[in-house]
């Protein structure tokens, strides 16, 4: 009896053990996994570049201006607002989670995330700066000269090490443990029936031949409007503007569904405030599917279970500038 019943516990911890691997491997969504800075100077270097306006010309914008991780890692804009007031030509990406994606940007433009931070800099509608500037704002702060020594050794501050802290700490700014993440995981209580009857429908429905993985999203280039044309003024034209391939117009990198409740408005355009409306947009649009309301409604419930614990860390302190910093410009 008392071999059996080790033989019995042995049976059903193996059995509960195994359930999560099972789970995960059998459907098209799978867990985000924590991160860990690889360099914590590095991390340190790059939080402290994230938030600094100096990156800009008039010393009032930085990367948190478009990419507010305080809300949810976009601007919840149509469009962001560059230097000047200047009107963005297109709806801010979260950065949460963005090292997942295949490339950054819409159209997938800058292929990871060092090569994405350097444009905002230099973008005469967004920083509207010079990476000459930037590098030369940067060496006349002592505290930076010493934090950059500290991260890369001998050689000082150029653009290349400039973008790549930056990445060092928008890499880690991933959003694990939401509530579908620990239902993956085993717990069959982290959501409602509602939300449960929600993911089967967008399963089923066909949503996650584009919108799978880890993100839920942000590994494929898709067509915007494939049983019905979207309608838009967004003058943007997607993978064509990088490839020059007229089959790439209105070909967009797929965004991520992770923390979607907090990223409105919706599509490259920035057009759509609900996701309501966003469900059964994209329910026409690509699927040519007209969910019912309370189908629209349970899709919408469990949309919202993808968003999971926001990155928490302490907000740095910049370093001051010093005599012979170069003065913001923010009216010219």
Known sequence: MFLFRIFLWSVLSFSLVSQV????????????????????????????????????KSGFISCNSCHNLSMGGSDNLQTSIGHNWTKGPINAPTVLNSSMNLAQFWDGRAKDLKEQAGGPIANPGEMAFTHELAVDVLESIPQYQTLFQQSFGEGGINIDRVTEAIAAFEETLVTPDSRFDQWLRGDESALTADELKGYQIFKHSGCVACHNGPAVGGASYQKMGVFEPYQTDNPAEGRAAVTGIDADRFMFKVPTLRNVELTYPYFHDGAVWTLEEAVDLMGRLQLGRSFKPHQNA????FLKTLTGRQPTFQIPVLPPSSNSTPRPKPFQ
């Not at 969504?29 to 990156?55: A, V």
């Open 21 to 56: 691997p099972w789970i995960q491997a059998q459907e098209p969504i799978q867990p985000i996994e924590e991160m860990t800075p690889k360099n914590r100077n590095l991390f340190e270097l790059g939080k402290m570049l994230y938030f600094d306006p100096r990156l800009s």
């Open 298 to 301: 349970r899709i919408v419930a």
